[in-house]
Protein backbone atom coordinates (compact mmCIF):
# COMPACT_ATOMS: atom_id res chain seq x y z
CA UNK A 1 0.00 0.00 0.00
CA UNK A 2 1.28 3.51 -1.11
CA UNK A 3 1.88 6.33 1.12
CA UNK A 4 -1.17 7.79 -0.51
CA UNK A 5 -3.39 4.92 -0.33
CA UNK A 6 -2.43 5.26 3.47
CA UNK A 7 -3.21 8.44 3.88
CA UNK A 8 -6.95 8.60 2.12
CA UNK A 9 -7.86 5.43 4.22
CA UNK A 10 -7.07 7.29 7.18
CA UNK A 11 -8.94 10.15 6.15
CA UNK A 12 -12.00 7.73 5.57
CA UNK A 13 -11.47 6.96 9.13
CA UNK A 14 -11.40 10.31 10.19
CA UNK A 15 -14.24 10.89 7.83
CA UNK A 16 -13.00 13.85 5.82
CA UNK A 17 -13.14 13.34 1.74
CA UNK A 18 -10.18 12.11 -0.02
CA UNK A 19 -8.35 14.60 -1.64
CA UNK A 20 -6.06 12.92 -4.04
CA UNK A 21 -5.10 13.19 -8.39
CA UNK A 22 -6.77 10.77 -10.55
CA UNK A 23 -3.41 9.01 -11.23
CA UNK A 24 -3.33 8.20 -7.30
CA UNK A 25 -7.01 7.37 -7.74
CA UNK A 26 -6.98 4.73 -10.57
CA UNK A 27 -3.74 3.30 -9.28
CA UNK A 28 -4.53 2.00 -5.57
CA UNK A 29 -6.64 4.66 -3.75
CA UNK A 30 -9.99 3.54 -5.39
CA UNK A 31 -9.62 -0.46 -5.15
CA UNK A 32 -8.48 -0.02 -1.43
CA UNK A 33 -11.35 2.15 -0.79
CA UNK A 34 -13.90 -0.81 -1.84
CA UNK A 35 -11.32 -2.85 0.07
CA UNK A 36 -12.17 -1.13 2.90
CA UNK A 37 -15.64 -1.14 2.61
CA UNK A 38 -15.70 -4.50 1.66
CA UNK A 39 -13.75 -5.31 5.79
CA UNK A 40 -16.32 -2.77 7.21
CA UNK A 41 -18.72 -5.14 6.50
CA UNK A 42 -17.44 -8.40 7.57
CA UNK A 43 -16.85 -6.56 10.77
CA UNK A 44 -20.62 -5.01 10.74
CA UNK A 45 -19.52 -1.31 9.98
CA UNK A 46 -21.94 -0.32 8.14
CA UNK A 47 -21.58 3.30 8.88
CA UNK A 48 -17.73 3.24 7.76
CA UNK A 49 -18.75 1.07 5.03
CA UNK A 50 -21.48 3.66 3.55
CA UNK A 51 -18.81 6.59 4.22
CA UNK A 52 -16.05 4.68 2.36
CA UNK A 53 -18.67 3.75 -1.35
CA UNK A 54 -20.07 6.94 -1.01
CA UNK A 55 -16.18 8.78 -1.51
CA UNK A 56 -15.75 6.32 -3.92
CA UNK A 57 -19.13 7.32 -5.91
CA UNK A 58 -17.91 11.14 -5.48
CA UNK A 59 -14.26 10.27 -6.76
CA UNK A 60 -15.59 8.34 -9.88
CA UNK A 61 -17.52 11.45 -10.31
CA UNK A 62 -14.62 13.59 -10.42
CA UNK A 63 -12.11 11.33 -11.93
CA UNK A 64 -14.51 9.73 -14.08
CA UNK A 65 -13.88 5.73 -16.31
CA UNK A 66 -15.14 4.32 -13.50
CA UNK A 67 -18.86 2.58 -13.32
CA UNK A 68 -21.06 3.92 -10.26
CA UNK A 69 -21.22 1.59 -7.01
CA UNK A 70 -24.91 2.31 -6.78
CA UNK A 71 -27.23 -0.12 -7.21
CA UNK A 72 -28.28 -0.90 -10.95
CA UNK A 73 -31.86 -0.38 -10.56
CA UNK A 74 -31.90 2.68 -8.00
CA UNK A 75 -32.32 4.79 -11.05
CA UNK A 76 -35.28 2.92 -12.16
CA UNK A 77 -37.10 3.56 -9.10
CA UNK A 78 -36.96 6.67 -8.54
CA UNK A 79 -38.64 6.87 -11.86
CA UNK A 80 -41.37 4.73 -10.39
CA UNK A 81 -42.12 6.39 -7.36
CA UNK A 82 -41.87 9.58 -8.85
CA UNK A 83 -44.96 8.30 -11.41
CA UNK A 84 -46.65 7.10 -8.05
CA UNK A 85 -46.17 10.76 -6.25
CA UNK A 86 -48.53 12.11 -9.50
Known sequence: MTEETRKAIDRICDGEP???SAE?????IRDALVR??????DI?????????LAEVNRLDRKH??????EPPNKGAEAEA????AI
Open 81 to 84: NRGE
Open 44 to 52: NDRGRMQTA
Open 36 to 41: FALACL
Open 24 to 28: DYRSG
Open 18 to 20: IEC
Open 64 to 69: GDWPST
